[in-house]
């Protein structure tokens, strides 16, 4: 089991005095505890042996590692520091607390923000960055690639809990790669080669699109060809049938959103599939939210990520390589589902994500 756990953290406006230019500038509000809550359930996956001199000291000391800011800007230098994580408020909290962060980007961290959380179980070390929300609090301009990134990071990670979220660690790679859309190089922060070297240990395979994959999707290295003697055609009926999906998994596309694809509408259903929006890693992945049912060169397209369906308004994009393959016909056309249930928001801002790193490869 990997020694990473992610999460993440809304801010309240009682976190702001965490961020000393912040705490300047919301005044009163920002409170007195220079602390970021950690949620109990958040806290015990973290430490899951706490020792007993932890816990009478009700204190924990953790490395913390974070960027630096220089004016508005955040650095790519990473700023290594100790600080407790102290049980607080009548023994009921645990809070990150030390001396107020510096920087004026830090200045600008509001109520509503995000903060990305990365923890070593191992060395006890924290990483983490904020991700700014909308822009019409005071004091403050977001950029429109941030708003938007956060926006997708609130689909994707759904309802939270005490305004926090654990994330699983297929999510937590989903959060990396949005994030990196604004800081390209906060997987080193958040030790994204680590969550992947400790997935792929336990036999979790990864999907990477590879340099001469991206220049062309389609291209594929034939194997040389052997015939082989027999009637394969039955054969070819179970690939099909397997491709279509497995049966139980299409049924419940089926009876949920009718017999159709739900890209182009076509209704010759044998050559409609079930399409995993949230790539299958077991048995839970078949949840109908978590499907599709596509035409089979759509469901293609669609696992190569070279077709994205964004999370709120359920409108198709196309990378311009499929746009200029005769399907811009399909650019800016709606889902079709039943107006009484939908797909997965959160599976959906998943595979957004990988859509968008795609268009910008």
Same mark, same amino acid.
């Given at each position: 089991m990997s020694n990473l756990s992610y999460a993440v953290r809304q801010l309240v406006d009682s976190n702001l005095s965490w961020f000393l230019e912040s705490r300047n500038t919301v005044g009163e509000r920002a409170g007195r505890e220079r602390a970021i809550n950690i949620n109990k359930v958040v806290f015990n996956e973290w430490f899951p042996?706490?020792? %007993?001199?932890?816990?009478?000291a009700k204190k924990v000391d953790v490395q913390c590692r974070y960027y630096s800011a220089v004016g508005s800007e955040l650095t790519n230098r990473i700023i290594t520091e100790s600080r407790p994580i102290r049980l607080q408020g009548g023994d009921k909290n645990w809070r990150l607390a030390g001396d107020a962060i510096e920087g004026e980007f830090y200045g600008t961290i509001r109520s509503g923000d995000l903060m990305v959380m990365g923890f070593d179980k191992s060395t006890r070390t924290l990483s983490w960055l904020c991700i700014r929300g909308t822009s019409g609090q005071p004091y403050r301009?977001?950029?429109?690639? %941030?708003?938007? &990134?956060?926006?997708?990071?609130?689909?994707?990670? *759904?309802?939270?809990?005490?305004?926090?979220?654990?994330?699983?660690? *297929?999510?937590?790679? +989903?959060?990396?790669?949005?994030? @990196?859309?604004?800081?390209?190089?906060?997987?080193?922060?958040?030790?994204?080669?680590?969550?992947?070297?400790?997935?792929?240990? %336990?036999? &979790?395979?990864? @999907?990477?699109? +590879?340099? +001469? %994959?991206a220049a062309s999707p389609f291209s594929v290295e034939l194997p040389e060809y052997f015939p082989i003697a027999g009637d394969r055609r039955q054969r070819a009926m179970r690939e099909i049938r397997l491709r279509r999906g497995q049966p139980e998994f299409r049924k419940k596309l089926r009876r949920q959103y009718g017999d159709q694809c739900m890209i182009s509408g076509c209704n010759l259903i044998d050559v409609v599939e079930a399409a995993h929006i949230s790539p299958y890693r077991g048995k839970e992945d078949n949840n109908p939210s978590n499907g599709l049912l596509l035409r089979a060169d759509l469901h293609t397209i669609f696992d190569l990520d070279l077709l994205g369906i964004h999370p709120n308004t359920l409108e198709i994009q196309l990378h311009p390589i499929v746009m200029n393959a005769g399907y811009s016909h399909f650019s800016n056309t709606r889902l079709i589902h039943p107006t009484t249930v939908r797909p997965s928001q959160a599976a959906l801002a998943s595979r957004w994500v990988q859509f968008q790193m795609r268009l910008r490869a």
């Open positions: 042996a706490l020792t %007993e001199l932890d816990r009478n301009a977001i950029p429109d690639l %941030e708003s938007e &990134v956060y926006q997708n990071l609130l689909s994707l990670l *759904g309802k939270s809990q005490r305004s926090m979220w654990q994330l699983k660690d *297929g999510q937590a790679l +989903d959060v990396i790669e949005q994030v @990196k859309l604004i800081y390209p190089n906060a997987g080193d922060l958040l030790m994204q080669s680590q969550l992947e070297l400790a997935l792929r240990s %336990e036999g &979790v395979v990864l @999907k990477y699109i +590879d340099a +001469d %994959e």
